[in-house]
């Protein structure tokens, strides 16, 4: 069974910087689709950053330009670099995954991943 556990979650002021990681453990496979989701309260979970398979990266629009999405496939890691951070950044963020397919046209939709992590929270103060 597929584990996904995040870290690297904290706070800072905007215009700072985080680098969030997923670890990812047991047994997956070479074709995949992970991404990472963020969630405040009362609001739906929102696609922020994906990675396929195929080392095709897709962002929302509101972190283009200032986040960036890797894999590791050596470390079997999924990190997220979040810079010029905002307020409105701030939200509990999920790794997520699914295998055996591709990201297809809903990459950003949570509906598309089937595996989860617990979350790690990230708050931008102004």
């Known amino acids: 069974q597929v584990q996904l556990v995040e870290s690297g979650g904290g706070s800072v002021q905007t215009g700072g910087s985080l680098t969030l990681s997923c670890a990812v453990s047991g047994h997956t496979y070479s074709r995949y689709c992970m991404g990472w989701f963020r969630q405040t309260p009362g609001k739906e979970r929102e696609g922020v950053a994906v990675v396929d398979s195929d080392g095709t990266t897709r962002y929302a629009e509101s972190v283009k330009g200032r986040f960036t999405v890797s894999k590791d496939n050596a470390k079997n890691t999924l990190a997220l670099q979040m810079n010029s951070l905002n307020p409105e950044d701030t939200g509990m963020y999920y790794c997520?995954?699914?295998?055996?397919?591709?990201?297809?046209?809903?990459?950003?939709?949570?509906?598309?991943?089937?595996?989860w992590g617990q979350g790690t929270q990230v708050t931008v103060s102004s």
């Open positions: 997520a995954a699914r295998f055996l397919l591709a990201c297809g046209r809903r990459y950003l939709a949570a509906s598309t991943y089937n595996i």
